[in-house]
């Protein structure tokens, strides 16, 4: 396991390094558009999971626009998702500091957020106005926070306000870990006070795991408050099922 760690930590270092070389290449050519920078993480993230040695599995059609609220078990759901389509991310301002993943973030254009501010809600809910008229997705945790899986926590809806006042379309998805070699879902988990370094290391270490996201179809909501209870509780049944079908 400890060389299985040191390969994947040079390999994930290698890559992230060519990514950013290959990020700024770009921009010595000239400003990039918005959905360039989505598309740079989405190319960026096919090859973090490559390797990590993750597998996905999707169920349901991703959207190409509009917005989309998910559950959050970790920062690899960030890394999967945008595997699977470019999207913009909210995330927590913290992660702006993150090594490394915290400079792809700002080079994907993710969103950041200060959750302690009122000031900074507003703004963001002012940028994800502007995002959703774009022909890229606006992802987003209305969990607040990452969770071991047990259950989907409550949905806040502020964030939600902007799709449900200008009528875009929302999308549910739900994704879940299965593991080839027997450990729970929380053990690839990011929640509590875990730090980073150390559980990437765990996650340097897994054997090999798939992600199985489930995507919903896409609807308009009469209001934020309606939009998150009704896609809380599709997301929720859609872990329960696949819960059921992966025993």
Not at 31 to 49: C, P, S
Not at 155 to 174: D, M, N, W, Y
Not at 195 to 200: Q, Y
Not at 212 to 239: C, K, N
Request: charged share 20%.
């Amino acid at each position: 396991m400890i060389l299985r760690r040191i390969r994947r930590a040079v390999a994930l270092a290698f890559v992230l390094t060519f990514c950013v070389l290959r990020y700024w290449s770009t921009r010595l050519r000239g400003a990039m558009t918005l959905e360039q920078h989505a598309l740079w993480l989405h190319h960026t993230a096919r090859r973090v999971l490559k390797c990590l040695k993750v597998n996905t599995r999707i169920d349901g059609a991703p959207p190409s626009c509009g917005l989309v609220v998910a559950n959050h078990l970790s920062y690899l759901d960030v890394v999967i998702f945008s595997a699977i389509m470019p999207c913009f991310f909210i995330a927590k301002h913290e992660v702006e500091r993150w090594p490394f993943f915290g400079m792809a973030a700002r080079m994907g254009g993710t969103i950041f957020l200060d959750r302690s501010s009122q000031a900074s809600a507003i703004a963001v809910a002012g940028i994800i106005e502007q995002r959703l008229k774009l022909p890229v997705p606006v992802l987003l945790f209305p969990e607040g926070t990452s969770t071991d899986g047990a259950q989907v926590l409550p949905f806040h809806s502020r964030l939600i306000a902007p799709a449900t006042e200008a009528g875009v379309p929302i999308t549910a998805a739900a994704i879940r870990y299965e593991l080839t070699d027997g450990l729970a879902e929380r053990e690839l988990c990011w929640f509590d006070a875990a730090t980073f370094l150390p559980h990437l290391g765990k996650v340097l270490g897994v054997a090999e795991f798939t992600a199985h996201l489930q995507f919903g179809e896409s609807q308009v909501y009469p209001d934020r408050r309606a939009a998150a209870i009704l896609t809380h509780a599709e997301i929720s049944a859609m872990r329960e099922a696949g819960a059921e079908v992966a025993q």
